[in-house]
């Protein structure tokens, strides 16, 4: 979801049904503390989205360019969020770190040759099986699919209830 408040409805609704929440945090100076503080948007969406069920995390780092592919930057925002998504209640050993660059591409699809320092991320799953993997999309595809109680009635999500006259309530 779009760190803006306004949008904090919406990200609720499609978190509520996610198996994997994709936390973007802006690398940028002033950008990232802001996303972190006491009220920041950061913090907001990785609590939401944990309260909502959400278990499994990746943390992309983004604007990597804009520090000009600081490993120092991606060090100290790791080293911060870690801290907060602790409390939140992740794991951070099951948590995917990726440093990219959006408008660059880097780390998204391919490896990055503008950040030789990074040998990738490594990630614990369920019963202690180890993930790794380089790129945002190798993060993405070590996502564990949750186990669903197939052996029960069907449960089905709605996202909303519409009221129309003459006809009535329509889920």
């Known amino acids: 979801a779009p760190g803006h408040r306004d949008f904090i409805k919406n990200m609720i609704t499609g978190t509520s049904q996610a198996d994997c929440a994709i936390l973007i945090i802006a690398a940028g100076t002033g950008e990232f503390e802001a996303g972190i503080s006491k009220d920041g948007q950061t913090r907001e969406h990785a609590l939401l989205a944990f309260t909502l069920g959400v278990r499994q995390l990746i943390v992309a780092v983004n ?13 100290e925002i790791i080293k911060e969020t870690t801290n907060f998504i602790k409390k939140v209640g992740y794991n951070p050993k099951s948590v995917a770190f990726v440093p990219i660059s959006g408008w660059h591409g880097d780390n998204m699809l391919e490896e990055s040759a503008n950040m ?7 990630r614990e799953g369920k019963g202690g099986v180890v993930f790794k993997g380089k790129t945002l999309l190798d993060a993405i595809d070590a996502i564990e699919p949750p186990t669903r109680p197939t052996d029960k009635p069907l449960r089905l999500p709605l996202q909303d209830v519409y009221k129309i006259g003459g006809i ?3 889920p």
Not at 63 to 75: G, L, P
Not at 116 to 122: A, F, I, V
């Open 63 to 75: 604007k990597m360019d804009t520090t000009k592919w600081s490993e120092e930057r991606f060090n």
């Open 116 to 122: 030789t320092w990074y040998k990738g991320w490594t």
């Open 168 to 170: 009535g309530t329509v």
